[in-house]
């Protein structure tokens, strides 16, 4: 039988378009194994991985919530470095499961594609972390009496970060 | 074009709403930021609800293809609206092979697209699909937009060309049987009217004149050209690989019948344009792509060109026209010979008086990958062909086969083209 004839495509840095799957799948797995207890991390570890295979299940989502849930059985702390990793990886695993809806596995994706999703991730990921920090140091076990209830100065100074933020890039 | 809500935001949604619930049932701040994130995220990705985004490609092709060449480069230039994050991009080369890649836009891609066969093709296509946001929104895909390109066929060298019966016209680079001016010697004659003057053999006339008065003239043969007939059988596509010969996908195929079939109409046909012979080219399930006879620079182009365009069509139902040639032609029938149209018109042809050539352009076949019950079935179609071959030989068609050796086609063109008794 004769060799296939392949075309050859140029379009700068290109990597395999499985790949946001197979971020998907590690991001998810290793948050899992890191900051879940058994046997959550085996079922986060299974959405991941399913998530990978076939995304239109949406179970990258589905693994970003059980990690986010987690947090719950957490006393908030804001010396434990896992609520400032939860937040990025719960984030960060919306960014790619959506990348891993759209992009062929059998396909290519140019690295410049990547950067205007990372970019927005980064953008809010940065004020997302200093409130979440605030929140962690007033809501904690050592946070000062008297406060407000935290709860609900969170939420609002969180909403108010991430209204400043859409407002932000929507002028753009 | 049409844009379309992924379930990317909905799903991100959703997490957030469970995630705000929780933090609200229990009372946790932390978890209510990552809510706030997630639905920020959301918001972001899909805050654009336009339907007229634009998404496109234009695809040029670098260089003009001009002769036989092993690939050739297509760019196409991605543009978008500036809200389009990633473009998907599937491009179809030589229409079978299919390859994605999504890019951000403005992008500038390069195909280059390995071109194994001669004629008419499409070698890139592109449809493409805009992603916006998160991908919030996706678009239909777009008109598939194409390159198309005609290969030219590749010249072997004729050293040796087969002549028909008779030549026309006195002039030409053949020689012809008659008196005339151009040719080699042919004869001493005694001087008759008409003759030229600077004819007369003096040596000769000396030695042969038996009277005073007597002359002798040294004759020479006349040049003339030979009428061509080139007809082009487009019935059938076959490549190599008798395997892919139910589906034709080229990127696999290998050398196919028609590509060994135009080189050859190519090969001949500037072969006898150089010799200053009149060429005409005809295929044979249609008219279009038909060159009338004649000589010259310019039919060289014009067969060129009609030669470079063909391309198969299946006479399924139809039989094959017979084309009309010019009398005394020498009729050159390209062919693979896997039907039996092209040996009823050439035994019509012979009937006619005409010498018929029968190129043989079945490529060398590699049976590699058949199964049993295909095997046998290559075995009776080749069986058949082999028939259909005797056939012409026994009717004195000369069958010639293109797709072999340099030096064996070359050794049968010397044995075709040596002059014969009619």
Redesign the interface.
């Known amino acids: 039988m004769s060799d296939r004839l392949h075309a050859r495509i140029s379009a700068g840095v290109l990597i395999p378009g499985v790949s946001p799957r197979l971020a998907g799948a590690l991001i998810g797995c290793a948050a899992a194994l890191t900051m879940m207890p058994e046997p959550f991390s085996y079922i986060a570890m299974a959405l991941a991985l399913v998530g990978a295979l076939f995304p239109s299940t949406l179970a990258t989502w589905g693994c970003a919530l059980a990690l986010a849930l987690t947090q719950l059985a957490r006393t908030p702390d804001a010396g434990d470095w896992r609520p400032y990793v939860t937040l990025a990886v719960v984030h960060l695993l919306h960014v790619i499961g959506a990348l891993a809806l759209v992009v062929e596995p059998g396909g290519s994706l140019q690295v410049r594609a990547l950067l205007r999703p990372l970019r927005r991730w980064l953008v809010l990921q940065l004020p997302a972390q200093a409130v979440l920090a605030l929140v962690l140091a007033f809501s904690g076990t050592n946070a000062p009496r008297g406060l407000p209830t935290a709860g609900v100065f969170a939420v609002i100074a969180a909403a108010c970060v991430a209204a400043i933020v859409v407002l932000t890039l929507r002028r753009r | 074009m049409r844009w379309r809500r992924?379930?990317?935001p909905a799903?991100?949604a959703?997490?957030a709403i469970?995630?705000a619930g929780?933090?609200?049932t229990?009372?946790?701040?932390?978890?209510?930021?990552?809510?706030?994130?997630?639905?920020?995220?959301?918001?972001?990705?899909s805050?654009v609800r336009r339907d007229d985004r634009i998404v496109m490609a234009t695809l040029t092709q670098v260089d003009e293809v001009s002769g036989p060449v092993s690939s050739a480069e297509v760019h196409a230039a991605v543009t978008a609206d500036p809200d389009v994050?990633?473009v998907?991009l599937r491009?179809t080369?030589?229409g079978f092979?299919s390859?994605?890649?999504?890019?951000?836009p403005p992008?500038?891609?390069?195909?280059?697209?390995?071109l194994?066969h001669s004629g008419e093709q499409e070698i890139?296509a592109v449809e493409l699909r805009g992603?916006a946001g998160?991908?919030?929104a996706?678009s239909d895909a777009s008109a598939r937009a194409s390159v198309r390109t005609v290969v030219e066929p590749m010249a072997t060298g004729v050293p040796f060309l087969p002549l028909p019966a008779r030549l026309r016209g006195l002039a030409g680079g053949h020689q012809s049987s008659r008196p005339g001016d151009g040719g080699e010697f042919r004869d001493i004659h005694p001087f008759a009217a008409g003759d030229r003057l600077r004819r007369i053999d003096w040596k000769a006339t000396a030695r042969l004149a038996r009277r005073p008065g007597d002359l002798f003239v040294r004759r020479t043969n006349a040049t003339s050209d030979a009428d061509v007939a080139i007809v082009f059988d487009d019935a059938d596509d076959v490549?190599?690989?008798v395997?892919?010969w139910t589906l034709g996908d080229?990127?696999?195929?290998?050398r196919t019948s028609l590509d060994v079939a135009r080189d050859a109409a190519w090969s001949l046909a500037s072969a006898y344009l150089e010799a200053g012979d009149a060429v005409s080219f005809q295929v044979l399930s249609r008219t279009r792509g038909a060159v009338p006879r004649g000589g010259g620079g310019r039919q060289l182009e014009r067969l060129k060109a009609a030669i470079a365009q063909t391309s198969p069509h299946p006479r399924l139902l139809s039989r094959a026209r017979t084309p009309l040639v010019a009398p005394g032609a020498l009729v050159v029938l390209v062919s693979s010979f896997l039907e039996r149209d092209a040996v009823r018109l050439a035994a019509l042809w012979r009937a006619a008086g005409h010498r018929v050539l029968a190129i043989d352009a079945l490529p060398r076949l590699?049976s590699?990958?058949l199964n049993r019950r295909q095997l046998l079935a290559l075995r009776v179609v080749l069986g058949l062909r082999d028939e259909r071959l005797h056939e012409l030989r026994a009717i004195g068609v000369d069958v010639l086969a293109w797709d072999s050796a340099h030096t064996e086609l070359r050794a049968v063109l010397r044995t075709l083209a040596t002059p014969r008794r009619a």
């Open positions: 992924s379930a990317a799903a991100g959703v997490c469970v995630l929780a933090a609200l229990f009372g946790r701040a932390d978890v209510a930021v990552l809510a706030v994130v997630l639905f920020a995220a959301v918001v972001l990705g805050r994050d990633l998907l491009i080369a030589l092979e390859q994605s890649v999504a890019v951000a992008a500038n891609v390069t195909i280059e697209v390995p194994a890139a992603v998160e991908a919030a996706i490549g190599e690989a395997v892919e080229p990127t696999l195929s290998g590699n590699g990958g």
